[in-house]
T-cell receptor, first 113, second 111 residues
Framework: DTGVSQDPRHKITKRGQNVTFRCDPI?????LYWYRQTLGQGPEFLTY????????KSRLLSDRFSAERPKGSFSTLEIQRTEQGDSAMYLC???????????FGPGTRLTVL | AQTVTQSQPEMSVQEAETVTLSCTYD???????LFWYKQPPSRQMILVIR????KQQNATENRFSVNFQKAAKSFSLKISDSQLGDTAMYFC????????WGAGTKLIIKP
């Protein structure tokens, strides 16, 4: 394992459906982050974990979004009742500590029709 | 509130030229980290260079260097001898347990 992986890479869904994304961080990294990025913009912070604890969640994040990291390893991000405005690239990143470089995965591109 | 501002939405230069990307930020923290990330078209985000705020010496990584002016809260990226592979979006980011991102600068290197 040499990097952060995300699955799926692309997801097309209909409005109102639920979707779940998975992120596998670099194995020794304690911190895991989720970001959302729309075209031509910088990433927007969604939430982050230290081990299995979710330490911060963006105020911008609606209740339809939930994330877990049950054993402090991989993480899932679920979006319930998707809306067209949820269409974006969802990025996962991991780091050893809060001061270290964050390593990014390739992202999951979500399209809500 | 912490903010990061990149005032150049797009820049283009000829191959082999030197280009400087601007970034200003605002934070009340005394110790923090600054990063430049690169995102090539349809490819993932990768770190270009990082700077610890407590270090006065500007960071360098091969053709990439920064001009860090802590008092002015400025953190510009200089790319020397630019190459076609440098074409990408460049994001400046401030680290405070989460990364605070600028809007990015689209850099195009022309042959």
């Amino acid at each position: 394992d040499t990097g952060v992986s995300q699955d799926p890479r692309h997801k097309i869904t209909k409005r109102g459906q639920n979707v779940t994304f998975r992120c596998d961080p670099i194995s020794e990294h304690n911190r895991l982050y989720w970001y959302r990025q729309t075209l031509g913009q910088g990433p927007e912070f969604l939430t982050y974990f230290q081990n299995e604890a979710q330490l911060e969640k963006s105020r911008l994040l609606s209740d339809r979004f939930s994330a877990e990291r049950p054993k402090g390893s991989f993480s899932t991000l679920e979006i319930q009742r998707t809306e067209q405005g949820d269409s974006a690239m969802y990025l996962c990143a991991s780091s050893l500590t809060s001061d270290n470089e964050q390593f990014f995965g390739p992202g999951t591109r979500l399209t809500v029709l | 509130a912490q903010t990061v501002t990149q005032s150049q939405p797009e820049m283009s230069v000829q191959e082999a030229e030197t280009v400087t990307l601007s970034c200003t930020y605002d934070t009340s923290e005394s110790n923090y980290y600054l990063f430049w990330y690169k995102q090539p078209p349809s490819r993932q985000m990768i770190l270009v260079i990082r700077q610890e705020a407590y270090k006065q010496q500007n960071a360098t990584e091969n053709r990439f260097s920064v001009n860090f002016q802590k008092a002015a809260k400025s953190f510009s990226l200089k790319i020397s001898d630019s190459q076609l592979g440098d074409t990408a979006m460049y994001f400046c980011a401030l680290n405070n347990y989460q990364l605070i991102w600028g809007a990015g600068t689209k850099l195009i290197i022309k042959p």
